[in-house]
């Protein structure tokens, strides 16, 4: 059983940088044909995908966050990264990281965190 869990502060401050770390058990994060992503939910809106992590290494962003976005990952600990930069209150959200098969919908989520974007 693949579990996710999101960590990181739930509060930044206005044009600060976003990190938050996505923790994967029972399973490796370099196990071909997954895809790592992260998704996020502002209050009383949709689901938005941020963007994502491939098994090699390599990212793919949503175009709207791509100057702003980077994913990381850390294999020794089975670990991958969000870091949004310059945030605005219009960040603020639930985020999740999830994992994906090619061309499926996400089968694996984590919990979600919550973080607020203000002074």
């Known amino acids: 059983q693949v579990q996710l869990q999101e960590s990181g502060p739930g509060l930044v401050k206005p044009s600060q940088t976003l990190s938050l770390t996505c923790t994967v058990s029972?399973?490796?994060?370099?196990?071909?044909?997954?895809?790592w992503s992260w998704i996020r939910q502002p209050p009383g809106k949709g689901l938005e995908w941020i963007g994502l992590i491939s098994t090699s290494g390599g990212t793919i962003y949503s175009p709207s966050l791509k100057s702003r976005t980077s994913i990381s990952r850390d294999t020794s600990k089975n670990q991958f990264t969000l870091q949004l930069s310059s945030v605005t209150p219009e960040d603020t959200a639930e985020y999740y990281c999830?994992?994906?098969?090619?061309?499926?919908?996400?089968?694996?989520w984590g919990q979600g965190t919550q973080v607020t974007v203000s002074s």
């Open positions: 029972g399973g490796s994060i370099t196990t071909n044909d997954y895809y």
């Open positions: 999830v994992r994906a098969n090619s061309g499926r919908p996400p089968d694996y």
